[in-house]
């Protein structure tokens, strides 16, 4: 099975900064690989798919990188509204696995 | 506009069972591989199980395997999961989810519904 570990697990950044959140493979994943934003009491949304496609209507602050085993979420400068938890996920092959999730929070 | 409507969560004894329901809206049921994805109290998203669109394949995690089962009835727009034997660790919110494809090997999930609470507990 292919391990997916999210780092970190929570984030506190003032609003406007610029941040990172990285999602390691335990081994290539050909870069299927999704970004899930979910809001508390809110259903997980689709934001970046096959590593670094933005879907439609996703502001264009948030964007996808990364190869092989190695993937990150960027958003350019954070707003209030992108507090949330975020969740990567291989769909390469089965089982389908996730990160552990990271908790943005405004500092 | 997509709507997937889970129904059936509850508080359940160790051992015990539970049928959750997904009522899909919006959307030409049949064309789209279906998923569970559960998440624990204070743990991350697990995939549980996936279904074609056809209903004729299925796959499970190791996790659930041999006590949970998959349906779907696509003439209902209604997906299904069957828990059996359910214990303390199936304690989560249980997602309904929709892939991007009809065939088993969609396994990117475009659109997800709230969830239902199962609480496994005496």
């Known amino acids: 099975d292919i391990q997916m570990t999210q780092s970190p697990s929570t984030l506190s950044a003032p609003v406007g900064d610029r941040v990172t959140i990285t999602c390691r493979a335990s081994?290539?994943?050909?870069?299927?690989l999704a970004w899930y934003q979910q809001k508390p009491g809110e259903a997980p949304k689709l934001l970046i798919q096959?590593?670094?496609t933005l879907e439609s209507g996703v502001p264009s602050r948030f964007s996808g990188s990364g190869s092989g085993t190695q993937f990150t979420l960027t958003i350019s400068s954070l707003q209030p509204d992108d507090i949330a938890t975020y969740h990567c996920?291989?769909?390469?092959?089965?089982?389908?696995?996730f990160g552990q999730g990271t908790r943005l929070e405004i500092k | 506009e997509v709507q997937l409507v889970e129904s059936g969560g509850d508080l359940v004894q160790p051992g015990g069972s539970l049928r959750l329901s997904c009522a899909a809206s919006?959307?030409?049921?049949?064309?789209?591989?279906m998923l569970w994805v559960r998440r624990a109290p204070g743990k991350g998203l697990e995939w549980v199980s996936s279904i074609n669109g056809g209903g004729d394949s299925t796959y499970y995690a190791d996790s659930v395997k041999g006590r949970f089962t998959i349906s779907r009835d696509n003439s209902r727009s209604t997906l299904y999961l069957r828990m059996n034997s359910l214990r303390a660790e199936d304690t989560a919110i249980y997602h309904c989810?929709?892939?991007?494809?009809?065939?088993?090997?969609?396994?990117?999930?475009?659109?997800w519904g709230r969830g239902t609470l199962v609480t496994v507990s005496s």
């Open positions: 989810a929709k892939s991007d494809c009809d065939s088993i090997g969609c396994k990117l999930i475009a659109f």
């Open positions: 096959k590593a670094s």
């Open positions: 081994q290539s994943i050909n870069n299927w």
């Open positions: 996920q291989h769909y390469n092959n089965y089982p389908i696995m």
């Open positions: 919006g959307v030409t049921f049949h064309n789209y591989a």
